[in-house]
């Protein structure tokens, strides 16, 4: 297993490398995703941004609804926060829905409407990092610029033979260095489509087809048949628990009240319900927030929730009360929302859950 990288990188030419690979896109490779039909620069920021850590199955629909309703960066600019977050329901990690808006509004602001043509200019709006910017410019703009999403990672990786878990420092720089070597400087919206797609089809997580792959003849990993130890898996760190009480004031008339999240911390600006610390009596709180009795208290089942850094535990706790007074109706980040229709609002996945089961639930 080699170990000076950027040798190996020489030993096997990026102009063969790349050859190989247009080859093997002409014949196999995506050519009807829905973001490569008339692919803009808005139209592919866009979908590379849905894209990360997302699958293409899961984003298709999502771009789709995204592209309908927003054509064009001054719809998507000028297009509410709540919208945009209701639009994002359940496709995750939500501050990439709030650093898209961000980055719509200064382009629109700023460079009236007209993405930057460099790495450099991309890379200073929120959410577009080096790789989103090289995939921006290849495929929508035809100038030449190395890419490295977690497909790219994998078949270089693998190719080269490449130690080191792929996110760390060194091996990212090693990876850069690679992909550089390797993106040709003619055809290049088909090949940085077609590395991607390798790497999605072919090159895959588990059980890769390497009988099939146009580069199996230099690939290190295969060579050695040690596939399966590449890219090398990110040391694992026992997640924490976290408990929390959300409480779910309702009315009579079936509405529940909801509140919108600070735009920092998890579902940053969706609308979520109370949190409490677990220890706090749900019927108390309100006696002490709103001045008036509640009535009962139904405790819902136990909802579940991983995030990349924790795992969540959530008590839900469904309070019957009475009309609120005219102060809480009145802030502008609470609001009594009928459950069978969350009128177009952001919502985590698991308070979208919530809500489906109480609109199922009478009385």
Not at 167 to 176: G, I, N, P
Request: hydrophobic fraction near 35%.
């Amino acid at each position: 297993m080699p170990t000076n990288h950027q040798d190996s990188a020489h030993s096997i030419s990026g102009s063969d490398f790349s050859q190989r690979l247009l080859l093997w896109f002409d014949r196999e490779g995506r050519k009807n995703l829905p973001w490569q039909k008339n692919p803009t620069a808005y139209r592919v920021w866009l979908s590379e941004v849905m894209l990360q850590q997302t699958q293409v199955a899961t984003v298709i629909p999502y771009f789709k609804r995204f592209t309908e309703r927003y054509p064009t960066i001054f719809e998507l600019a000028a297009a509410p926060d709540d919208q945009i977050m209701h639009l994002w329901t359940g496709l995750g990690y939500y501050a990439r829905a709030r650093n898209l808006l961000k980055a719509a509004r200064l382009i629109v602001a700023e460079h009236a409407g007209q993405f930057p043509n460099t790495v450099e200019g991309l890379t200073t709006l929120p959410g577009i990092g080096k790789s989103t910017a090289g995939a921006i410019l290849s495929l929508a703009m035809k100038k030449r610029a190395p890419i490295l999403d977690g497909n790219v990672k994998r078949v270089l990786c693998r190719h080269y033979a490449v130690t080191g878990w792929p996110d760390r420092s060194e091996t990212l720089k090693q990876l850069w260095a690679l992909t550089d070597a390797v993106t040709p400087t003619g055809r290049v919206a088909d090949y940085t489509q077609g590395i991607m797609d390798l790497g999605a089809t072919v090159c895959t997580r588990t059980s890769p087809q390497c009988d099939i792959c146009p580069l199996a003849t230099t690939c290190l990993a295969f060579g050695s048949h040690t596939q399966h130890l590449f890219p090398e898996k990110k040391p694992k760190k026992k997640l924490p628990t976290r408990e929390t009480q959300i409480v779910i004031p309702q009315r009579v008339d079936g509405s529940v009240r909801m509140e919108r999240r600070p735009e920092r911390g998890i579902w940053g600006g969706l609308w979520s319900f109370s949190e409490l610390p677990t220890e706090v009596d749900a019927t108390q709180w309100w006696r002490d927030q709103e001045g008036s009795e509640p009535g009962d208290t139904i405790e819902l089942p136990v909802i579940a929730h991983t995030f990349s850094h924790f795992h969540l535990v959530i008590t839900p706790v469904l309070l019957k009360v009475n009309d609120p007074t005219p102060r809480v109706a009145e802030v502008d980040s609470c609001r009594w929302v009928d459950p069978r229709v969350p009128e177009g609002l952001g919502l985590p996945a698991p308070i979208a859950r919530l809500l489906e089961l109480l609109s199922q639930t009478e009385g």
